[in-house]
């Protein structure tokens, strides 16, 4: 999953040797966490967030094939 949210933030923003992708596991579940250049964080979030929804949608079913859950958090 970490690859997932690497490969698909490092094609959307404009400095993609700023992205990085940690995984955090805890009792809930992984929470990952995507730090991009404050430059690209629109690009990421998207108009009224619909590209962060649409990265999330692509996560759920890897996360449910790993019968793990799992949460994304976009940091600057």
């Known amino acids: 999953m970490k690859e997932l949210v690497e490969l698909i933030a490092k094609k ?3 400095h ?3 992205v990085q992708v940690r ?3 805890g009792e809930q579940g992984q929470s990952i966490e ?3 250049h404050a430059d690209d964080m629109g690009r990421v979030i998207g108009k009224a967030g ?3 929804k649409a990265i999330r ?3 759920h079913p ?3 094939k790993a019968h793990v859950r ?3 958090h976009i940091v600057e």
């Open 57 to 59: 949608t692509l996560l």
């Open 23 to 25: 995984i955090i596991d």
């Open 16 to 18: 993609p040797e700023d």
């Open 50 to 52: 619909r590209t962060a």
């Open 70 to 72: 799992v949460t994304l």
């Open 12 to 14: 959307l923003v404009e």
């Open 62 to 64: 890897a996360a449910s």
């Open 34 to 36: 995507l730090h991009v």
